[in-house]
């Protein structure tokens, strides 16, 4: 149980194109999802906290209107990567708690974006 | 405040071997500690979790020490093989569906 995919695993796109990366929960809803990024060697940094229904809550700078997320539904959060440049090149992953009044995050498995 | 932090940032051991990795905190609000298992180009996986009210949590070949008064915590991994190579990470949240703070990660390698 407890399993989250993400969709595309990995997607290479060109400057100034827009990427859409899916995460589903699988065998479970989950009222809140949360997206990060990871640079190669380095830790996990938060970007956004999404909930069904409402809008995303963003950390301290990450913008916005550039990464628009949308939690649509109890098992899928989508993360748009919008005017794509080289920079935006990284390793996106989600991650899913577990079901209410639970602390668990469930992860799933990244999506590696290239921006040519 | 917000910071966790962990050591040592690389670390080699012998297969049988007992690993080693240690995480500090600030926050006295954190109330749960999840360790995190990553392997090159894959998501983090839920290792074992602990919370305060109990000092050791033993699942299979590892276990995590708390020790709230000095605000730290570790993990141990007993008999270590060589797939257990990867990284791991500590993390620590506040409450129910918080946010995870993450430790810098510790990248294991584990030599037969």
């Known amino acids: 149980g407890a399993v989250v995919s993400q969709h595309p695993s990995r997607v290479i796109c060109k400057s100034g194109t827009s990427v859409k990366i899916e995460c589903r929960s699988l065998?479970?809803?989950?009222?809140?999802m949360f997206w990060y990024r990871q640079f190669p060697k380095q830790s996990l940094m938060l970007m956004a906290t999404?909930?069904?229904?409402?809008?995303?809550?963003?950390e301290q700078g990450v913008e916005k209107d550039k990464f628009l997320i949308n939690h649509a539904s109890l098992t899928l959060s989508t993360l748009t990567v919008t005017s794509a440049h080289p920079e935006d090149s990284s390793f996106y992953i989600c991650?899913?708690?577990?079901?209410?009044?639970?602390?668990?995050?469930?992860f799933g498995p990244g999506t590696r974006l290239t921006v040519l | 405040q917000q910071q966790v932090k962990q050591s040592p940032q690389s670390l080699i051991v012998q297969k049988g071997g007992i690993s080693i990795i240690n995480c500090a905190y600030e926050?006295?609000?954190?109330?749960?500690f999840p360790w995190y298992q990553q392997f090159p180009g894959k998501g983090p996986a839920l290792l074992i979790a602990?919370?305060?009210?109990?000092s050791e949590k033993k699942e299979g070949r590892f276990t995590i020490s708390f020790n709230k008064s000095a605000k730290q915590f570790s993990l141990h991994i007993m008999d270590s093989q060589p797939g257990d190579s990867a990284t791991y990470f500590c993390?620590?949240?506040?409450?129910?569906?918080?946010?995870?703070?993450f430790g810098t990660g510790t990248r294991l390698q584990v030599t037969l």
């Open positions: 993390a620590a949240s506040t409450g129910t569906a918080s946010k995870l703070t």
């Open positions: 926050n006295t609000a954190f109330d749960y």
């Open positions: 999404s909930n069904e229904g409402s809008k995303a809550t963003y």
């Open positions: 602990i919370r305060p009210d109990v």
């Open positions: 991650s899913a708690l577990g079901g209410l009044g639970t602390d668990t995050q469930y």
């Open positions: 065998d479970f809803q989950a009222t809140t």
